[in-house]
């Protein structure tokens, strides 16, 4: 069997490049990387720090990736350099991922200009345009971001992954860690790289959709196995909380995904997680409202208009010539109208002529005036919701996604095989076992890591629960979701008119105003009095066309020419 080693357009035999102790180690959502030893004395034939490095068996691709680590190692008898190439993983760890955000390309009130800028912080479960994107869609489309970015690769089979998750934050994240974060919600999900094809291909998917590899466990050097009943998940119920607010009030909803559906979450070994949602935001402005009808033919609304009319009974008063400019029915008397209420409102001047008889006078044609802020609008509060944002609708089933990756009994340990030669990697399959205990045979433990020695053709396996959730019990898969981060306000990402900033509050644009004017206008009766002593000047009294005014008369008092006024006609 032949194994060759390419480098910058060179291929040769692993013994010409000096190279011996090759092992290969490929894991689950971890770095694949491979480690060999290479003596010092081969000439020319080093390898320099980020150059990409091929390895072949039989001229098919075993190994690509990026030369990561040059140690050199000194001992009384040997001196080698031992290198470290590292997988597609590598890739994914080292780019942070991120997001298309709106902005605007302005500080002003208003900015027309809106630039695209891309920003660590990200929205899982969202696509550019704000519409929700399953699983699948977001592992393509973060893939295909790597892919963007010269990541050496292509996307293979995405499996298992049509369901919808909550909506997730998250902020200067590499790729790898936001590949974790949406498989957290399958945690019987592997990521394995097949580097035999034409490009080095990323596949991921569920225990499900897995190869079935059958060992003999004769063949097994080494074989430990733990079936993992504390694994076992009896019932998932997830309880998603939504905070509303309406103005000044605040209440929460909840909605329950259970599965199966009896599951209350009250079981033993049952997996309860409390998943915050964003609720419905509504912020309110309220007005409170009186006005009184505009009644211009009523002696009483006039006399409440105009206090020098109150003393007068209402049968001696005469209202004509009533002039208004607007058929606005009611006057503002409290509160304030704005544009928002959606009122009419203006400021009118009625006007009309009174005639009245009060025990000193009688008047006539005596001009009156009033500016009043009339309207249409009621007594009553008024309430405009200027701000709405909108609630995050719960995943639908996503409850039995996590319970049938959950409840299924798995079988936990590692396997070691001698072959004569290095086969094809065990990666992207669940392990079954002949010749052993009869669950074995149908146990479908998902392989989460391999480690091959070429030089001794030595091939180990560890099987069971994915590692990268840490420790392998209930509790830290009830902790996963504790580091999960609420979206807040998810629309600004595609549309930065739709921030959490609240629309413009628009002030009052009329308020209540009485101005009253009035002339004195014409006298037919007039009464000076005090007490008991009157003068009266009565019109009425004259005949028709009659005139009196102050005349001036000349008289002779005492041999002295005088001149007196006197009151007549």
């Known amino acids: 069997m032949a194994w060759q080693l390419s480098y910058k357009g060179t291929q040769k035999s692993l013994a010409d ?7 290969r180690r490929t894991a689950n959502q971890g770095n694949d990387v491979v480690r060999f030893k290479q003596t010092l004395d081969a000439g020319e034939n080093f390898f320099e720090p980020d150059q990409m490095l091929e390895i072949y068996k039989d001229n098919k691709r075993w190994f690509q990736g990026r030369i990561t680590q040059v140690p050199c190692i000194y001992t009384a008898i040997l001196e080698e350099n031992v290198y470290e190439i590292s997988g597609i993983w590598w890739y994914l760890e080292h780019l942070v991922y991120q997001q ?46 790597a892919i963007n970015h010269s990541a050496p690769f292509q996307i293979g089979s995405i499996e298992g992954f049509d369901f919808f998750f909550p ?35 990323f596949h991921v998917a569920r225990r499900q959709f897995l190869k079935v590899k059958t060992i003999d466990i004769h063949q097994a050097q080494q074989l430990k196995i733990v079936p993992r009943h504390d694994l076992k998940v009896n019932a998932v119920v997830l309880k998603y909380e939504h905070t509303h607010s309406e103005g000044q009030n605040t209440w929460k909803t909840n909605t329950v995904d259970a599965y199966p559906k009896h ?35 009523s002696t009483a609304w006039w006399k409440e208009h105009c206090p020098f009319l109150q003393p007068i009974a209402n049968e001696h008063i005469q209202i004509t010539n009533i002039q208004r400019t607007s058929t606005l029915p009611h006057e503002l008397i409290e509160g304030t109208i704005a544009p928002w209420m959606y ?30 802020c009339v309207t249409d609008a009621v007594s009553k509060t008024y309430r405009h919701c200027n701000f709405v944002k909108g609630s995050t609708l719960p995943p639908n089933g996503l409850a039995k996604v996590l319970f049938e990756a959950v409840s299924t009994l798995q079988y936990e340990g590692q396997l070691k095989i001698q072959q004569a030669e290095i086969e094809e990697s065990y990666m992207g399959s669940v392990l079954n076992l002949q010749q052993g205990a009869r669950d074995w045979t149908h146990m479908a433990a998902v392989i989460q ?5 070429v030089d001794t053709g030595t091939l180990e396996l560890k099987f069971g629960a994915p590692k990268h959730l840490g420790p392998n019990d209930l509790i830290q898969l009830m902790r996963a979701n504790r580091l999960r981060t609420t979206s807040n306000n998810p629309e600004m ?77």
């Not at 998250?170 to 034409?198: F, G, H, V």
């Not at 203006?346 to 006007?351: A, D, H, L, N, R």
């Not at 549309?495 to 002339?519: K, R």
Request: net charge negative.
């Open 167 to 201: 909506y997730e934050s998250i902020k200067d994240c590499s790729c790898a860690e936001t590949i974790q974060r949406i498989l957290r919600w399958t945690p019987d999900a592997i990521c394995w790289t097949d580097y035999a094809s034409t490009m080095p291909t």
């Open 343 to 372: 009122c009419k409102a203006q400021y009118e001047t009625i006007s009309a002529y009174v005639h009245y008889t009060s025990s000193s006078s009688t008047v006539k044609n005596r001009f009156i005036s009033l500016r009043l």
């Open 100 to 145: 298309t955000w709106q902005y605007a390309q302005s500080t002003g009130e208003e900015s027309s200009n809106v630039i695209l800028f891309e920003r660590g912080a990200c929205i899982l479960g969202q696509s550019d345009t704000g519409q929700y994107l399953n699983a699948k869609d977001c592992l393509t489309q973060i893939l295909t971001y």
């Open 263 to 297: 599951a209350t979450g009250e079981e033993f070994n049952a997996l309860v997680l409390t998943i915050e949602l964003e609720g419905t935001h509504t912020h309110l402005q309220e007005q409170r409202v009186k006005t009184e009808t505009i009644d211009t033919t």
């Open 493 to 569: 990402r595609f549309n930065i008119a739709l921030g959490s900033a609240q629309t413009v509050t628009y002030f009052p644009t009329h308020t209540p105003t009485m101005q009253s004017a009035s002339d004195q206008g014409q006298y037919t009766k007039f009464v000076v009095a005090d007490g008991t002593k009157q003068i009266e000047l009565d019109a009425s009294l004259l005949p028709e066309n009659v005139k009196m005014q102050l005349r001036a008369y000349d008289v002779v008092e005492s041999g002295v020419l005088k001149k007196v006024w006197i009151f007549s006609s």
């Open 449 to 453: 890591e391999e480690i091959a020695h």
């Open 17 to 23: 490049w000096g190279i011996h102790g090759v092992v």
